[in-house]
């Protein structure tokens, strides 16, 4: 887990933290920080020095709605070519999943990005190609990239990306429960930067630290907050510096705002979120599959969906009960016959929990 020199400094960090006598609940949004977490056993290291570290909506698989599930699962239905990440064909639906639908005949592709999927519309021109867009502000820019590009005709995205910020802002707006910091993921600071946090901390008096993803990276930014909430301050601080700017990355940003425009959309497990969903602007409709197949689409507007029957999942993603808490935890609901999203996704709380308590 570490070198002799990280093992002194996680120690000597660990030190400073049960010296405070803290009793104190932190939130990431990040799969790779929960694992981590859960891998190295910092979650238990940390709780026996009065600080609990919870995930939240920090899945972009476990947090698309069955709704959006079923739009995919329509389309497979009526002959387009899907194409989506491998967690995401495994996410059951209200009536199947992708990768049912596969066994029974429809073209389901598994791609490792868009442009796997661009290729397919490419060589397949007598095909209707649609990826399924998931992800956060990490995986935005790269679906902006391929549509700036100008695809064929043949090419539309099924848009379900979604924003972190504004997710953080209604977990503190439901005040289900309380926060007393967050850890903000690295991997989508690295694009909209620091700035677009800040408003959380000064509205909200909640401190915030951008955290890389080694456990060292997971102990000093909790070893951080913990500090400011001693000092009582609530500021936005950067502990993963080798990888995220003040600004973030201005390209990808700009790329963001020529291809999409904000919108309130659902979240698995939350109300409708203001501004917290990417649409593709007018310019770019042509490739947006909801316009095109929108009379293939229209038996699903009014239609409501919801969650497996147990199934927790939505309480797992606002942080108000862990993993093992769900009855289905483990018994019913297993990697190999999931239940919810969180036990699909390699990035979702459950089936990280599942996977290394069998260690």
């Avoid at 800040?198 to 955290?211: C, G, K, L, N, R």
């Avoid at 593709?280 to 929108?294: Q, V």
């Avoid at 990280?352 to 069998?358: A, M, T």
Wanted: with cysteine.
């Amino acid at each position: 887990m570490f070198s002799l020199r990280d093992k002194k400094l996680a120690d000597d960090i660990i030190s400073q933290i049960a010296n405070t006598k803290v009793h104190l609940r932190f939130m990431h949004v990040c799969g790779t920080h929960q694992d981590t977490l859960v891998r190295h056993g910092l979650d238990f290291l940390l709780q026996r020095c009065g600080v609990e570290i919870g995930q939240g909506p920090g899945c972009p698989v476990c947090v698309t709605t069955p709704k959006e599930i079923e739009e995919i699962l329509l389309l497979a239905k009526k002959g387009k070519t899907i194409a989506t990440f491998g967690d995401m064909t495994r996410v059951p639906g209200v009536t199947s999943s992708l990768q049912q639908m596969k066994t029974e005949g429809c073209d389901v592709r598994t791609v490792y990005s868009i442009e796997d999927a661009l290729m397919l519309a490419e060589k397949q021109k007598d095909r209707e190609v649609v990826f399924m867009a998931v992800g956060f502000e990490t995986t935005a820019p790269t679906t902006a990239s391929v549509l700036v590009r100008k695809p064929p005709l043949n090419f539309s995205v099924l848009c379900c990306h979604r924003l972190i910020p504004p997710a953080l802002l209604a977990i503190l707006q439901m005040g289900e429960i309380k926060i007393d910091g967050f850890i903000e993921p690295g991997h989508v600071s690295t694009i909209i930067g620091s700035k677009p946090y800040e408003f959380i901390s000064q509205e909200y008096h909640v401190p915030q630290v951008i955290a890389g993803f080694e456990p060292l990276d997971l102990l000093m930014a909790t070893w951080m907050l913990v500090r400011q909430i001693k000092q009582g301050n609530a500021v936005v601080e950067n502990e993963y510096v080798r990888a995220v700017k003040t600004q973030g990355n201005i390209k990808a940003q700009q790329l963001l705002q020529q291809v999409f425009e904000t919108v309130d959309v659902t979240w698995r497990g939350f109300p409708t979120i203001s501004k917290s969903g990417l649409r593709l602007r007018r310019k770019y409709e042509i490739y947006d599959a909801r316009m095109k197949y929108e009379d293939e689409l229209r038996k699903l507007a009014d239609e409501e969906f919801t969650e497996p029957a147990g199934c927790l999942c939505g309480e797992v993603l606002r942080g108000l009960i862990s993993s093992k808490q769900c009855p289905l935890f483990g018994g019913q609901c297993t990697p190999e016959n999931p239940i919810g999203p969180c036990m699909v996704s390699s990035e979702g709380s459950c089936q990280i929990e599942y996977r290394y308590s069998k260690k």
